[in-house]
């Protein structure tokens, strides 16, 4: 490809909507462009870097048996509703109707339309395992998209689900899609991606993973434990307190406590420390608005996720008004209406003394005690788990909290999708089952802007060799020039021959804008021509991390070209297992 010729700008300014590097760097290097709020439209560069990923994405899907389907980006309404999501999926499932008046549905995500691609065949014992995906556009109509193509609204995404007759079947393919996944990652030349355990959402099952590259421009938490390797999103992460009963017991009483509806001003007020504090978090059922109301100690958070799933609905934070049910900054359990659903994080059980809400204008309790007060209530898992927090490992007070891009997920479904869809097969005793899933993402595009924010310099992106647009590019500093020209042209051509990936700079520009240039094309191998190189019989030869920088005679340039890529390629795959 001659630069020349290239659809798309590179510019040096950075855009000042990009929040992180790498939106700006595919904005700024002609990889991206925004077509409405969070959708884009991909130039050749991207669009290159996306078949290379989908290309070994399929390589190792393949080499554990997968099959290669593909659904419908517009799907009946009927599906959805089949397998009860239709309702239980916010906003983000974006809805319609067609000509003919049928409800119709974008596809987020596609297990009912996998269910109902396998459920006629597949109705034999006979016909199991096995284990189809694809690679395909999907919508998804995020509330608030983000950093380019980390969280957008349109994206392209490899799903794969497998089928299953037995538990134990199904965690010994999980466990392939598990380690395939981390030859992915490793040869897209990030094989420092963690995997954490993680939450089901709205995919539902009960053991999940999440692969995590971690960076500062992540938008998720991870816990993770130096001490013995535990690692797992904040939002599945259990949360281990240690209570002391620092306060010694006393009756409930109730006290006055004027202008303190806040944790903070409470414990101003009354000079006690958070901990003996019990916070209520507000929350709003989607489906009808009735309040949930979440207690905890007053020194920690809600983990909204462990709530939604308690609570079995979606949710939102409540908004509480003048004539609610509830008195927003003095809530408490004791004499809160009966027409709140009402749960206890796991942090209150065995606190001696607690100052929490009298459900009156400017009024606590103090000396407040669940087991006394509240009488036998089931205590749950509701906190976010917190740096220094307690390993729920190995115990240790270790806790670190990382920001980390989710670059892959899978799960194991069990039969949530099967049962609600009627999908049966027949097992070798006549009798009638339910097939158990599995379901297993990755995202093409999150993953290579992922791959620019961790491997980029103040320059562009440093692209690995396996996922780069273009293996080499080639800089001739005086197209005008008759000598270097021929040359350049030659070496381009030769190159291009041995089946070598090359972006040629032919124009007639300065050299610092096509060294700008090829900083931000980010391909990792570059050869300069230049008159002064061809006088000395040259080409200087660097890699775009800066590892290689030498001069090379012009009649082993290519073999020296060929060798540096077969270094490059070691280096990744050292790292696959």
Not at 263 to 284: G, S
């Amino acid at each position: 490809m001659k630069l020349s010729k290239l659809v798309g700008d590179r510019f040096k300014e950075r855009p000042a909507n990009c929040q992180i590097d790498s939106h700006a760097l595919m904005v700024r290097g002609g990889y991206i462009k925004n077509v409405a709020n969070g959708i884009y439209s991909q130039f050749p560069p991207m669009k290159r870097i996306s078949q290379k990923i989908e290309a070994i994405i399929r390589d190792e899907m393949d080499k554990i048996d997968g099959q290669e389907v593909l659904f419908p980006v517009a799907l009946p309404g009927s599906l959805w509703e089949e397998s009860g999501r239709y309702e239980s999926v916010g906003s983000e499932l974006l809805r319609f109707t067609d000509r003919t008046g049928s409800k119709m549905v974008l596809g987020m995500t596609h297990e009912e339309a996998s269910v109902q691609l396998v459920r006629e065949y597949a109705n034999s014992y006979a016909k199991y395992p096995f284990m189809i995906y694809q690679i395909q556009t999907k919508f998804r109509d995020e509330a608030r998209p983000r950093a380019g193509l980390i969280r957008v609204r349109e994206f392209t995404m490899k799903d794969a689900y497998s089928f299953h007759t037995s538990q134990e079947d199904l965690e010994q393919y999980y466990h392939k899609c598990y380690d395939a996944y981390c030859r992915i990652f490793a040869r897209c030349g990030i094989p420092e991606v963690a995997v954490v355990k993680s939450d089901s959402g709205m995919m539902g099952g009960n053991i999940s993973h999440e692969y995590m590259l971690l960076t500062p421009a992540g938008e998720d938490s991870i816990a993770i434990c130096p001490e013995c390797g535990y690692s797992a999103n904040v939002e599945a992460a259990e949360s281990i307190v240690e209570n002391e009963n620092k306060l010694p017991k006393e009756e409930l009483k109730e006290v006055p406590t004027p202008h303190a509806g806040t944790i903070e001003e409470l414990c101003d007020f009354l000079k006690i420390p958070a901990e003996n504090t019990a916070k209520a978090v507000v929350y709003q059922r989607n489906e009808d608005d009735t309040f949930v109301v979440a207690f905890i100690r007053g020194d920690l958070d809600i983990n909204e996720a462990k709530l939604t799933k308690v609570v079995g609905c979606d949710i939102h934070p409540a908004d509480i008004v003048d004539d609610s049910v509830l008195t927003a900054g003095f809530i408490g359990p004791v004499g809160i209406s009966d027409k709140v659903t009402v749960f206890f994080d796991s942090s209150l059980k065995g606190i001696d003394y607690l100052v929490t809400g009298a459900n009156k204008v400017d009024t606590h309790y103090t000396g407040f005690n669940v087991e006394r007060d509240c009488g036998d209530v089931e205590y749950y898992d509701l906190a976010k788990i917190a740096e220094g927090g307690i390993c729920p490992q190995c115990g240790k007070k270790t806790i670190t909290i990382s920001r980390g891009i989710e670059v892959g997920n899978i799960f194991q479904l069990g039969t949530k999708y099967s049962k609600a869809m009627n999908f049966t097969y027949t097992d070798e005793n006549g009798e009638t089952q339910y097939p158990i899933m599995g379901c297993y993402g990755i995202g093409v595009g999150r993953m290579a802007a992922s791959i620019c924010e961790v491997r980029h310099d103040d320059f562009g992106p440093i692209w690995p060799i396996t996922i780069a647009p273009w293996q080499v590019h080639i800089c001739c500093l005086r197209s005008d020039d008759e000598e270097c020209k021929a040359y350049a042209d030659n070496l381009y051509e030769t190159l291009q021959n041995k089946g070598i990936e090359v972006i040629y700079d032919d124009r007639k520009a300065r050299p610092g804008a096509m060294f700008a240039d090829a900083d931000l094309l980010g391909v990792p191998v570059r050869v300069v021509v230049s008159p002064r190189n061809m006088g000395e019989g040259v080409v200087e030869i660097s890699t775009r991390d800066k590892s290689i920088q030498q001069k090379t005679p012009t009649a082993d340039a290519v073999t020296e070209v060929e060798n540096i890529i077969a270094q490059l390629k070691e280096q990744i795959y050292s790292h696959v297992k």
